[in-house]
């Protein structure tokens, strides 16, 4: 093995380094992104108030019933 060899290797592995380290800074991205819309949706739309006011008025149905 010559020390080209091995520079080249080692150019490689820190290609292939960056080119992982990319994808996770993307993935992050984009789903720390998909989290804020999502957020936005629910307090528009207030799914989280409605459905708690749905789920309480079940339970308090079926203590009394």
Request: net charge positive; no cysteine; charged share 15%.
């Amino acid at each position: 093995i010559t020390l080209n060899m091995l520079v080249l290797s080692s150019m490689l592995k820190m290609q292939i380094l960056n080119m992982a380290l990319s994808l996770v800074v993307t993935m992050l991205i984009f789903s720390t992104l998909a989290t804020m819309v999502m957020e936005i949706i629910y307090k528009v739309l207030r799914l989280r108030q409605i459905g708690l006011k749905r789920m309480l008025d079940l339970f308090r149905r079926s203590i009394l019933v």
